[in-house]
């Protein structure tokens, strides 16, 4: 039924670039905010982004806005995540959310669905 499958994670240098791709299927992808939260090891899950489901304004956790881009493609059922100048404080698995509802939230518990995650290192 509901699967959101994330993808692009890996080992990375810092400094690098990476884009995570999140696939759907399921649910009316359309209608759904999407959103990518992380989650470090020892620390909560913190959201990355949030995108409602037209692409408008995107909300982007302050301290990341310069260095991330949330965007979607409907048609595709995908959400992405660009991330440039990686750091090591970055190193946490990465999570695409999904929520029901028209307003953009940046809590957890706001979401209906949610991928298994993917990795993302940076060494120093």
């Known amino acids: 039924q509901v699967h959101l499958q994330e993808s692009g994670g890996g080992l990375v240098q810092a400094g690098a670039s990476l884009r995570l791709s999140c696939v759907t299927s399921?649910?009316?992808?359309?209608?759904?905010?999407m959103a990518w939260f992380r989650q470090a090891p020892g620390k909560d899950r913190e959201y990355v982004a949030v995108?409602?489901?037209?692409?408008?304004?995107?909300v982007y956790r302050p301290s990341l806005k310069d260095r991330v881009t949330i965007s979607r493609d409907n048609a595709a059922g995908t959400v992405y995540l660009q991330m440039n100048n990686l750091e090591p404080d970055d190193t946490a698995v990465y999570f695409c959310?999904?929520?029901?509802?028209?307003?953009?939230?940046?809590?957890?518990?706001?979401?209906?669905?949610w991928g298994q995650g993917t990795q993302v290192t940076v060494s120093s």
């Open positions: 959310a999904a929520r029901n509802h028209i307003v953009k939230v940046t809590y957890a518990s706001g979401y209906d669905y």
């Open positions: 399921g649910f009316t992808f359309s209608q759904y905010v």
């Open positions: 995108l409602g489901g037209r692409g408008g304004d995107a």
